[in-house]
């Protein structure tokens, strides 16, 4: 036992400098005065650079050491994930570590600098840099398919492309026709949510819904960004950015709601286990199905816009004045084909992000060059939606991800609407009140639902583990499937299929 | 030079390090949420270890081993300075290291709730423990006279006891009849900057003054704090607090004008020496020497009300209706005993710094006990000043240096002010035209000339080797006596003594 005492203790400290290193990129994203780029690339490369030299110094030796009869199952569980992930992390050298950490913060500001300028043009020779940084590291990884595999990995441990290509045909061959079905319909009226609320109202509204929602925050806080997202710089200190556009009350509400619910993901997690596998959140395609189901799945359901429809109204009374909840529940669940990934609806969502998958992987494979991706990425849209980026902002510039290094991460985000509908359907049976509950704001059993079913675990299962484990069963995109189709249905008033 | 090179880089590290610690400090002071203390107290913590670490196992054996022969006058001064800091860092074991840093940032904190509570009484316990380790530490330096002693080293190297006593002696024998010679005057009217300024109105004339008067926002910020301060993240990267007051416009004008000469400061230490000795910021009577010039010395001469006149007219046009740049000039000038010294006028602001030093000495020194300050406080005060606090938050609990361990640091304070006062002196002789920058708003010489004679030295000098070196004379307390007693002979119109 006291080797893993000792584990644990070195674990936190790790999670220390880690805390302390996201406190660094939140604050780069938020406060930051734009002069100070290089030195927290510096800072944030030593820090990489002491972690990775902790772990490989003092960590990694005791892990063999540990005698497994002595511990319980999830003591067990911790170990083993710690193994698997030191291993991995120490596949890269201490030096590079450091260096792509930097890379990163450069990358990531330059981006800024080019989306403001809406130029791909200057984003290119930092981008190019990140790319091969990413491909070096799927080289130290090892790979047998695909380098993107080994990066696909460090997002969802264990995804293979044999599980992501068969996941992305039976979602576009059941959305598809759906969007197909759409087509001549009668648009749904959205207009009214263009009314210009002021930035402050806006904010005292995010702030209100935080609060009734269940965000903590006296363990949290939100600020705001152009690109919004979510970081912990501790377990109780979990931090949220959303975003305001003044003619579009949408950005701002499922912005709050989508980063709301990565920050419970974050608070839920077992402090407890600080620096261990079991209190860190788990694959990135469950954190995406926290932060979808908030943002979706509840958030644009027909009992939630009961309830969030007369606040809405407390900010925005002429834009609702003759309005009713069902009028909100039809306008939010619009669907429209647009350039904007994260104010995508939720059909149209995934072509952007099967767009997103398509060019990191042919990137990483060598098969797409970073300066040909605005043509790649025009035409693809013009022939799945019928539409265009109005600008390069609006274009492959709208996503923060590339610059910093989280290359083979989109998956992840159909992942997590896959995973988010399966859990919102196994809820609903589970919790037989829940539409009256979300009909009043009563929030507290579905905390506690997500709490016991998925946050508690932490990343002791990977996502497909935890599937079969608490669900019962392996992802299935047809809760999905059905889910979307159930309520499109409604809204858009279909013949039943 | 090979050494050299490398404990160049070791200290850049160790820099980044302090600077990553230094974030996380501001942070807990201005956004952090209240929940996140415990953690935030580790985070800092595993820092300060990490730090400490490095300094013995890594800076500490090279420092022996480099040929000094080889290194030009300022690697000399460097290394010097490197090896003084390094042996004495070490004195203090590992463990108590990261103790010390834990308990600093809970008893911030228990101060901060304390101080909300008006409360002494919920302050001890915490203030005990943080005396209770700043004697252990005095203990590991080691003192042949006082442990306040070994302490004050830490803040200003190198001053004594024995040169402290007799220059508050001085001060006083000077400003006490000064004081007394305004008894019976006519007071000054200052009440027309008491009109209430809104918060948006005073903070953008705050962010106006940091941007007219040089201050760089590109690497540097500003945000409120209920206790102004600076600190740095990095070079490029100075992050300032300021407060404002509806109904005392003084509050903020003064506490951003003093804590933007700290952030000048630092801002001028040259970026090239990151991490090496002559990149930091000398003794902290010098960093005061900045923030009080600016505040006072500049800030409240004749020529400067000329151009703050205007300016400030913007932003409170009924108030300064009918007002000439004299009244405003008398008003900021004005001579009030009060309870706060960070409000207090230039003359009785030395009796608060004097109460501070007696208490933290007999704190350190074993003659007085933690819950015994109230008393000890109010007589003092009234003896001296003819006042008392309002209230505990008015007295004792009134500012942060004793929750964050900064014990053995108020005299520098007052010597700050003294030397402020012989570099304006000389200042005002090498630039005939000063007074005429002044009115005009034209500070570019004033910035050249510290940068020169102060900023760029760093700390290869103590204060004490830099005045003799560059002012080519030890600090004298007569030039603050002849500067403050000539401005209140003519504020008061009194007769010329």
């Not at 380098?147 to 492309?161: N, Q």
């Not at 025009?378 to 799945?384: E, G, I, T």
Request: glycine content about 6%; overall charge negative.
């Amino acid at each position: 036992m006291e080797a893993f005492e000792t584990i644990k203790k070195i674990s936190a400290q790790l999670k220390d400098l880690s805390g302390a290193a996201s406190l660094l990129g939140w604050d780069q994203e938020v406060y930051m005065p734009a002069g100070a780029i290089e030195r927290r690339a510096t800072q944030l490369g030593t820090l990489a650079a002491l972690r990775h030299r902790i772990l490989a110094e003092e960590l990694a030796p005791l892990l063999p050491r540990v005698e497994t009869a002595s511990l319980n199952e999830k003591e067990r569980l911790n170990l083993a994930q710690l193994r698997l992930q030191t291993q991995k992390a120490l596949k890269l050298p201490a030096a590079f570590v450091q260096a792509q950490a930097e890379l990163a913060a450069r990358t990531q500001y330059a981006w800024e600098q080019a989306k403001k300028q809406a130029s791909w043009q200057a984003f290119c020779p930092a981008l190019e840099q990140m790319v091969d940084s990413k491909h070096r590291e799927a080289e130290y990884y090892g790979y047998t398919n695909s380098p993107y595999e080994a990066l696909m990995d460090s997002y969802e441990p264990g995804l293979t492309l044999a599980e992501v290509d068969p996941i992305f045909e039976q979602l576009l061959a059941g959305l598809v026709p759906l969007l197909k079905s759409l087509q001549g319909q009668p648009q749904v009226p959205d207009a009214f949510l263009a009314t210009p609320v002021g930035k402050d109202a806006q904010w005292a509204l995010s702030m209100r819904l935080l609060a009734e929602m269940g965000f903590d925050l006296q363990h949290g806080r939100q600020d705001l960004s152009t690109h919004p997202f979510t970081t912990s710089a501790g377990p109780e200190d979990v931090r949220l950015t959303t975003l305001i556009v003044e003619r579009d009350m949408q950005a701002m509400l499922y912005s709050t709601l989508h980063e709301m619910g990565h920050g419970l993901y974050e608070q839920g997690l077992p402090a407890h286990a600080y620096g261990l596998p079991e209190g860190e959140a788990s694959s990135l395609s469950l954190h995406e199905s926290q932060s979808r189901l908030w943002e979706n799945n509840i958030g644009r359901s027909q009992a939630f816009c009961q309830w969030l429809f007369p606040l809405l109204a407390e900010y925005m009374p002429h834009a609702l004045a003759g309005k009713t909840p069902e009028d909100l529940y039809r306008a939010v669940n619009k669907v429209q084909p647009g350039p904007i990934r994260i104010q995508a609806d939720e059909l149209t969502y995934h072509t952007h992000i099967l767009l997103r998958y398509q060019v990191e992987r042919q990137l990483i494979e060598g098969r797409l060059a970073v300066r040909d991706i605005p043509d790649y990425w025009s035409a693809f849209l013009l022939q799945h939606l019928g539409i265009q980026p109005t600008t390069e902002a609006d274009g492959p510039l709208q996503d923060i991800h590339w610059a910093i290094g989280a290359i083979g991460y989109f998956p992840t985000y159909t992942l997590g609407s896959l995973y988010a509908a399966q859990q919102y359907a196994h809820m609903a049976q589970q919790l037989p009140e829940l539409q009256a509950q979300l009909r009043t704001g009563h929030f507290a059993p579905i905390h506690a639902w997500l709490r016991q079913r998925v946050h508690q675990y932490g990343s002791l299962y990977s996502a497909r583990e935890w599937s079969l484990q608490v669900l019962g069963e392996p992802l299935d995109p047809r809760y999905f499937l059905r889910y979307l189709s159930d309520k499109l249905v409604q809204v858009y008033a279909l013949p039943i299929a």
